[in-house]
């Protein structure tokens, strides 16, 4: 077969991109009477009374009309959410990005490779940034593989914001700039950043139209590390994209006031590939305990973290986080790094050293636990005909019950990428089945097949609800749509949206558990949590084991991450226990 018919016979990245379906509107009776289910658990017999009287109320009123509206709209658009959700759930939020959205973990390598080590810094960099460029390669070539949940194609577009892309500051919303190209629609930019004792460095990673390869990557690198070595810290100005984003924007437009050039050179670091982090602590980590390493990624220096990049590669000076490969050895004369020497002034100084001091104030309030659950993992859970992801949520569920004394309202990741432009949709994972279960699991009259039936009641439940979610058919988004109407079109706030039982259930962002199944491989990675009395709970099901980070504020005397987590993996004993018991 001829080379040319080969290659046009394979898939391309996103060559389904204009096939996908668009993002349904599901009807108004069933997401209202969905949600009325959900906010169940968390309500006495009156006020559920009063809270179906305002949905009943909103059904056959402004509800309906807003619906209509919501309508008109998906006609129009392929992704009626889209826009919206960008805004609302990112670009409008005034919070420090860095420290509350951004999300952060270990890199997989430390187990198999390459344990902790010192001086093996910017070797293991070499070969891990080698490995980046490889996939962008792959990625502007459309060869990156087509994902796939059973046989529906997945939207692949949020793969194009993965290099040359970064957030903008914006006085009252950011905005997002994404330079990347395929290789059928032209150039892209091509050069790295590289952050380290607060100076920046830039180089191209392409050279005389050949990849660089891992030996001249060290060259780079070792000549960067040798400089931020051997001469004074730089001013830290990376440390400014971990504000709060209006005071951010603020100053970065303060900053190309006072010198033209310091535009060119943000413009620099906004298109370049991705941004390399040159950190000098050295986390420990095993492959049984992430924390140091995972917490250090997502609140370590803000001097060698730009913020705002949707990819910052973090190597720490003992080597943690790193891949594995070989490659030519041959190094090019390649010009050396150049330097980004911004024009700062007082001022300038000042405000980053004040941005620090936030961070590091704000940071130190971080409670944050990642290990290893290592009795079991998928194969022993799917031995026993139970989906891994619902058995760590129900776990967690059990978890927070008995350690609160009451059910916990949750905020459990659904994706919704078999539609275009998919992201996700919220799986409300504290059900009235959940937690009967719970109640008998705390129970002592109650038998174990009694604890196994409400046990499996709460599996089927939660099954569901994931099937309905990444079928467009979840409610959460579909309520957001409906209260954004109301805003565009200046209408009073809904009383649906007003009503406790909306914020009691985690409605408007007020969740107590933010949970997020991170996939089925080594990756793993955290968010912090959602509410001050909260946690962020975010865990990965490998063959065998589960890897779960756990964040939690120390100022909230309540909550304790370390607990939490100690009672999860308790909890995961005592399903797995239940299901041996209840067959004798």
């Not at 009287?53 to 807003?66: A, Q, R, S, T």
């Not at 780079?220 to 590390?225: A, N, P, V």
């Not at 900053?255 to 906004?270: A, C, G, M, R, S």
């Not at 988004?477 to 914020?503: K, M, S």
Request: proline residues 5%; neutral net charge.
């Amino acid at each position: 077969m001829d080379k040319q018919v080969l290659e046009s016979s394979e898939e391309r990245t996103f060559q389904y991109q204009n096939s996908l379906p668009s993002l349904p509107v599901p009807p108004l009776d069933e997401s209202l009477k969905k949600y009325l289910d959900a906010v169940k658990p968390f309500l006495n017999q009156e006020e559920y009374q009063r809270t179906e009287d305002i949905v009943k109320k909103f059904e056959n009123g402004i509800g309906k009309e807003l619906h209509q509206k919501l309508l008109e709209r998906a006609k129009t658009r392929r992704n009626w959410l889209e826009d919206w959700w960008l805004n609302v759930a990112y670009l409008d939020l005034r919070i420090s990005t860095q420290i509350y959205c951004n999300i952060g973990g270990p890199g997989p390598f430390i187990e198999n490779y390459w344990p902790p080590k010192e001086g093996t810094q910017i070797e293991r960099a070499s070969v891990n940034i080698w490995h980046t460029l490889k996939y962008w390669d792959l990625l502007r070539a459309e060869k990156v593989a087509i994902e796939r949940s059973k046989n529906a194609v997945l939207d692949m577009s949020q793969f194009r914001m993965l290099f040359c892309t970064c957030k903008i500051p914006g006085v009252t919303r950011d905005s997002i700039c994404n330079y990347f190209k395929t290789e059928t629609e032209g150039e892209c930019p091509s050069h790295l950043v590289v952050l380290c004792r607060g100076r920046m460095f830039t180089f191209d990673a392409i050279h005389e139209g050949n990849m660089l390869n891992p030996a001249e990557i060290f060259r780079q690198l070792t000549y960067i590390q040798k400089r931020c070595h051997s001469e004074p810290d730089g001013p830290g100005l990376a440390a400014l994209t971990s504000e709060e984003r209006t005071k951010w924007a603020e100053i970065r437009e303060y900053l190309i006031d006072l010198d033209p050039k310091n535009l060119t050179l943000l413009e620099k670091i906004q298109r370049s590939l991705f941004v390399v982090c040159l950190d000098d602590s050295s986390p420990y980590a095993t492959p049984e305990n992430y924390s140091e390493v995972t917490r250090m990624g997502l609140t370590g220096d803000p001097t060698v973290r730009w913020g705002d990049k949707s990819y910052n590669i973090i190597f720490f000076s003992n080597g943690t986080c790193s891949a594995f490969c070989d490659g030519s050895d041959k190094v090019r004369d390649i010009p050396w790094p150049e330097e980004l020497v911004f024009t700062v002034d007082q001022k300038i100084m000042n405000e980053i050293e004040c941005a620090k001091e936030s961070y590091y104030k704000k940071v130190s309030d971080l409670q944050l636990v990642s290990y290893a659950f290592t009795s079991f993992g998928k194969a022993l859970i799917r031995k026993k005909k139970l989906h891994p992801d619902t058995f760590v949520q129900l776990a967690l569920q059990l978890a927070y019950y008995k350690c609160h004394g009451r059910p916990g309202c949750c905020y459990e990741t659904a994706t919704t990428r078999r539609f275009y432009h998919g992201r996700t949709e919220t799986i409300r994972s504290c059900t009235v089945e959940a937690v009967e279960w719970c109640k008998s699991m705390l129970d002592p009259s109650a038998s174990a097949y009694q604890r196994e039936q409400l046990m499996l009641k709460a599996f089927a439940k939660h099954n569901k609800m994931r099937k309905e979610c990444e079928n467009g058919k979840g409610f959460d988004r579909h309520l957001l749509g409906l209260l954004l109407i109301a805003q565009e079109q200046g209408l009073p706030v809904p009383e649906l949206f007003v009503d406790t039982a909306f914020t009691t259930s985690g409605g408007g962002g007020n969740f107590v558990l933010s949970t997020s199944l991170t996939g089925y491989t080594k990756f793993s990675g955290s968010a912090l949590p959602m509410v001050h009395h909260g946690y962020g709970f975010f865990y990965a099901i490998r063959d065998d084991r589960i890897v779960v980070t756990c964040s939690s504020w120390k100022s909230c005397p309540e909550t304790d991450a370390e607990v939490l987590c100690r009672t999860v993996f308790q909890c995961f004993q005592d399903m797995l226990q239940l299901t041996v018991t209840a067959q004798l």
